[in-house]
């Protein structure tokens, strides 16, 4: 039986280090366990590395039949604008007026919700 009053005062890690070079087949066991649960571990992690990150976004289309460009532009897009742009947490606002729609684009923070609205 081997002499285990030397292990018993020494550090922890000092410890496991004199158990693996007095029993190397439990080192080998001891090794081959931890590379199997990190492997298990590591493929069961599900962290993408570059993540799709999408900003929280709103889109307004208005369409007014038959007005030009320069109308739809004064007479609607300006004013949603107007409107969205009280709201805080704005990150990016477009819009394009074309003859007879309008499209105005509201990107927020990715901290602001834009369910809430």
């Not at 020494?10 to 090794?31: D, G, H, N, T, Y």
């Not at 999408?54 to 004064?74: H, K, M, Q, R």
């Not at 969205?84 to 990715?110: M, P």
């Amino acid at each position: 039986m081997p002499d285990w009053s030397s292990i018993s005062q020494s550090l922890p890690f000092q410890k496991l280090a004199e158990i693996c070079v007095k029993r190397p087949v439990f080192a080998a066991v001891l090794i081959l366990v931890l590379v199997v649960v990190g492997t298990f571990g590591f493929t069961r992690l599900g962290v993408d590395r570059f993540p799709k990150v999408e900003n929280p976004t709103i889109l307004v289309s208005t369409s007014y039949s038959g007005a030009s460009p320069e109308a739809v532009e004064t007479e609607i897009t300006e004013l949603i604008e107007g409107a969205v742009n009280t709201i805080a947490g704005i990150d990016e606002l477009r819009s394009t007026s074309s003859e007879g729609s309008s499209n105005v684009t509201v990107a927020f923070d990715l901290s602001k919700d834009a369910d809430v609205f």
